[in-house]
């Protein structure tokens, strides 16, 4: 199995169950692992031999602009759309990490962390 990763991808968003998190916003930090089959485009050197990294970036960018109270429907959202556009993917997993939660304490941030793996047609 072969696998593309997304790592420390960092954007200012707006999510949250407190009302001035929807208005303030605060950045995010995801990190996304797939799992496809590369082999081809290690051999061919083809773009269209892979999933491009880059229309992973643009779909997570894309719903991390809707805002949702719950990362976990974030991160639901996301994984769907992906394998929704790239369905030869078999194992998708994704941790958001909000940078400044708004609890007391001192903290790197709050994450949370959703996989899936998804059954090849036949």
């Not at 109270?69 to 994984?79: D, F, P, T, W, Y």
Request: aromatic share 10%; no cysteine.
């Amino acid at each position: 199995m072969s696998k593309i990763f997304l790592e420390d991808v960092k954007i200012y968003a707006y999510h949250g169950v407190l009302p001035e998190e929807n208005i303030i916003g605060t950045y995010y930090i995801l990190n996304l692992e797939i799992h496809t089959d590369l082999w081809k485009a290690a051999q061919s050197d083809n773009l269209d031999d892979t999933i491009s990294y880059a229309d992973i970036n643009e779909v997570i960018r894309h719903e991390m602009k809707i805002k949702s109270k719950l990362l976990e429907h974030v991160a639901g959202r996301i994984i769907s759309k992906i394998h929704e556009n790239f369905p030869e993917i078999s194992y998708i997993k994704l941790k958001i990490t909000k940078t400044a939660p708004p609890m007391l304490g001192e903290m790197k941030g709050a994450s949370i962390e959703l996989e899936k793996s998804f059954k090849p047609d036949y």
